[in-house]
């Protein structure tokens, strides 16, 4: 099988984070905190399943926490970094058509596990979020070529952040591009 396998564990300690802060008047403040440390896994694959159809998945888990840190007076040692999920996921599926350009399409979804809106951990978590996307590419000759990626596919709403008032994802995103090479 042609494929490729790769993994890694780690485990990170850093002094002086900067972190932002939302303060009460809804200001965002950038506060330094003492200690973090961020242990994990990262697992990821790429197959080629048959002619012109590869597949690739990635999967991360991530145990993030301050280990010393007092943000505005209050003591965060333990709490996990805001906006940090635990578990990431994606899978991609890509096909080559036989044709006599270069054509392809792709579809994949991405996974984005909960994780908590502030340092402090006290104004919620986010719930888990699922994405679909897709890519179109086309070759109009060896040095030309037109790329269509979609994210966001069915254009699901998710709150991703809270501060003064919730924020969200971005909707379906459309890019295009056409390049040439001489």
Sequence with gaps: INALFTASVYDLTKKNVVVPVVLPSGVIERQTIGESRVKGFEFEARADLAEGLTL??????????????????????????????????????????????????????????????????????????????????YGFSEETELTVNVSNLFDKQYTVGRGTSDYYNSGRTITAALRHTW
């Design 56 to 137: 690739s998945g990635g999967y991360s888990y991530q145990d993030s926490a301050y280990v010393r840190g007092n943000v505005r007076g209050t003591v965060v040692d333990g709490n996990e970094f805001a906006s940090v999920p635990n578990h990431i996921a994606s899978l991609w599926l890509n096909y080559d058509l036989p044709t006599a350009n270069d054509m392809s399409v792709g579809l994949g979804a991405r996974y984005v596990g909960s994780y908590y809106y502030n340092v402090y951990n006290n104004t919620g978590e986010s719930s888990p979020q699922i994405y679909v996307d897709a890519s179109l590419s």
